[in-house]
C-alpha cells in the first residue's frame, strides 16, 4: 500500500532549482526585504485555497529575500553552493498549495520540493510503527495513525499526498485483519505517538499538531468501506473492532 507522497519519492531527487534572483513569476508580486516570519499572515478558517497559495508564495519570496540579504542563496541543486532549500516551517495546507500549484505560482522545483517534504513528513508521523511493522508484521498503529491523519487532513493536502479512497479501504482491511490476530490497540497511545513526531520540527499534521495535546482526533469511521466512506459523519466502529478481535 502506498502511503508517501507520491509526487516526490524524496526531496533529495528534486532537481536542480534557477539561482535565488531569478526564481521569479510573471504577475507575481515578491517581499522584499520582510523576513519570512513577517510575512507569514495569520491564516484563518475562511482562507481560500487560492489566499493558502499566495501566502506560501510571499513566504517563500522571504525566504530568497533573506538569503540575499545575508550574501548567499537558496539552493535546490546540492552540488552548488548556498543554503539549502527548506521547506519544514510550511504548514501542511501551505506545502499542498505548492506542490499543486494550481495557480501556476511556483516552480516546478519549488512544488517538487514541496512534495519531497510531504514524503518526510510521511516518513517521520509513521516511524513510531515502523519497528512493529517490519519485526512483528503488526500494521495497526501505523493503520490507525493513517486513519487518524487521513481524517485530519483537507481535500487538498489529500490530493497533493496521493491520500484517496481506495487507500483507505485498502488500510482499514489491513487494520481489520491485523485486529483479528493481535487484538484491539490503545487509540490514545496511537495519538500520542504521532503528538510526539512534534519534536521533529517537520510532522505530517503539522496544522493540527500544533493546537496541542487537547485536539479531539476523528476516529471515525474506524473502518472505511465503499459505503462508510461517503459518509462524512460515520460513527466508529467500535463492535467491528471488539468482533474482529474474537477471531
Known amino acids: 500500500m502506498q502511503i508517501l507522497a507520491t509526487h516526490s519519492s524524496t526531496a533529495s531527487a528534486i532537481p536542480a532549482s534557477p539561482a535565488l534572483g531569478s526564481v521569479r513569476h510573471d504577475g507575481v508580486k515578491t517581499t ?11 491564516p484563518t478558517d ?12 510571499q513566504l517563500l519570496d522571504a525566504k530568497y529575500a533573506e538569503a540575499r540579504k545575508a550574501g548567499t542563496r537558496i539552493k535546490y541543486d546540492m ?11 510550511f504548514s501542511d495546507q501551505e506545502l499542498a498549495a505548492i506542490a499543486l ?4 505560482q511556483f516552480t516546478e522545483t519549488e512544488a517538487g520540493w514541496a512534495s519531497g517534504e510531504f514524503t518526510e513528513r510521511t516518513r517521520v508521523a509513521l516511524e513510531p510503527f515502523s519497528n512493529d511493522v517490519m519485526h512483528r508484521f503488526d500494521r495497526r498503529g501505523q493503520a490507525l495513525a493513517i ?5 485530519s487532513m483537507t ?4 490530493e497533493a499526498l496521493g491520500w484517496d479512497e481506495a487507500m483507505m479501504v485498502s488500510n482499514n482491511e489491513m487494520l481489520t485483519r491485523d485486529t483479528r490476530d493481535f487484538g484491539p490497540i490503545d487509540r490514545q497511545s496511537v495519538a500520542q505517538l504521532v503528538l510526539g513526531t512534534r519534536s521533529t520540527g517537520r510532522p505530517l499534521g503539522i496544522d493540527f499538531l500544533n493546537k496541542g495535546d487537547s ?3 476523528d476516529w471515525s469511521p474506524l473502518f472505511y468501506t465503499p459505503a462508510t466512506f461517503a459518509r462524512k459523519g460515520a460513527a466508529p466502529a467500535e463492535k467491528s473492532s471488539s468482533a474482529a478481535s474474537k477471531h
Open 46 to 57: 475562511q482562507e481560500s485555497f487560492a489566499d493558502t497559495g499566495n501566502r506560501a508564495r
Open 215 to 217: 485536539f479531539n482526533f
Open 101 to 104: 500549484n494550481r495557480n501556476h
Open 32 to 42: 522584499s526585504g520582510a523576513s519570512a516570519t513577517q510575512a507569514s499572515a495569520t
Open 79 to 89: 552540488s552548488e553552493q548556498g543554503i539549502r532549500a527548506d521547506y519544514s516551517s
Open 147 to 151: 486513519n487518524m491523519l487521513y481524517n
Open 155 to 158: 481535500s487538498e493536502v489529500r
